[in-house]
């Protein structure tokens, strides 16, 4: 069973920064493709950014496309979300996934572990 945890939320102004973490727990974390998900109060769980296992492939939604990045480090165990220019509708808790194929996916269902999440609020 793979943990991770996330870290990094906090409340920020708009167009400021912040850089998210998911730390897992086995190093076999290095194969597996990861993602970034969000769920705002009321709304449904959205795909934000992913990456393959390797770091060579990533994708983003169109709404964080040029203001988001992430990366990984595998010698760490630990993936990134590195969010710049937030906007007031970034906010969210933002959980990260992690998949046995080694690739990223948009489609939560294709994720067998999860972490618990971490609040990002963004201030007008």
């Known amino acids: 069973q793979v943990q991770l945890v996330e870290s990094g939320g906090g409340l920020v102004q708009a167009g400021g920064s912040l850089r998210l973490s998911c730390a897992a727990s086995?190093?076999?974390?290095?194969?597996?493709?990861v993602g970034w998900f969000r769920q705002a109060p009321g709304k449904e769980r959205e795909f934000v950014a992913a990456i393959s296992w390797g770091g060579g492939t990533t994708s983003y939604a169109d709404s964080v496309k040029g203001r988001f990045t992430i990366s990984r480090d595998n010698a760490k165990n630990t993936v990134y979300l590195q969010m710049n220019s937030l906007k007031p509708e970034d906010t969210a808790v933002y959980y990260c996934a992690a998949n046995l194929w080694g690739l990223g996916s948009t489609r939560p269902e294709t994720y067998a572990y999860w972490g618990q999440g971490t609040q990002v609020t963004v201030s007008s």
């Open positions: 086995e190093r076999a974390f290095s194969s597996y493709g």
